[in-house]
């Protein structure tokens, strides 16, 4: 009988050893975003005016881009994907309830950090969509894209910067637009050297 439990006593403690030496599971990414939309320059568009709100300027808050305030993915109603890479490149996305008027809200932006002292050269593309404004987009005629910086932080796997957008749009209606200014905050993102 003995012969028979001692590979079993054996096998026990080595099975859980191996257990317990695993990987912990990673960090889910999480982000903050605070992003005013207001009436465009005239500089960028005769004809087109902001939505936003109900009279045209509001400010979407999802999470807060702020240290220890930003959103994991899956908490809250929140979708957070992202990457940044070493080399300053980024994609990033949150979707959740807008904390303000508690509707559903989402941004992307995608860009490069190329010097975090030196916001003009850190250019992107953004895109919102909001029940009021519907989807907007940098990537219109008219608009000179987007400048992110001054950049608060920027390693891999986090991202903290002020965004400017002089104009975004619909692409299927050339009478809605707004100019955007906010910050974004964006951690435990992906770095693109992840093992397959």
């Known amino acids: 009988m003995l012969a028979r439990v001692a590979p079993f006593l054996v096998s026990v403690p080595l099975a859980l050893s191996a257990a317990s030496c695993s990987d912990p599971p990673p960090t889910p990414p999480a982000a903050g975003v605070s992003m005013s939309l207001s009436p465009p320059s005239k500089m960028y568009t005769d ?49 959740g309830a807008d904390e303000n008027g508690h509707k559903p809200a989402s941004f992307s932006f995608t860009g ?42 920027l390693k891999k796997g986090a991202l903290l910067t002020d965004v400017d957008c002089p104009l975004i749009g619909s692409i299927d209606d050339n009478s809605s637009g707004c100019s955007v200014h906010g910050t974004i905050a964006f951690e435990y993102c992906k770095t693109g050297e992840e093992q397959n």
């Open 47 to 95: 004809t087109r005016s902001c939505n936003a709100g109900t009279v045209g300027s509001f400010t979407y808050q999802i999470g807060q881009p702020d240290p220890g305030k930003t959103i994991e993915n899956g908490k809250q109603g929140v979708t957070v994907d992202c990457i940044v890479k070493s080399d300053g490149s980024f994609n990033a996305t949150i979707s």
């Open 112 to 153: 490069t950090i190329a010097d975090p002292k030196q916001t003009a050269t850190n250019t992107g593309q953004m895109t919102q969509i909001s029940p009021d404004t519907g989807p907007q987009t940098s990537q219109i005629m008219g608009s000179p894209g987007c400048t992110f910086g001054p950049v608060g932080t």
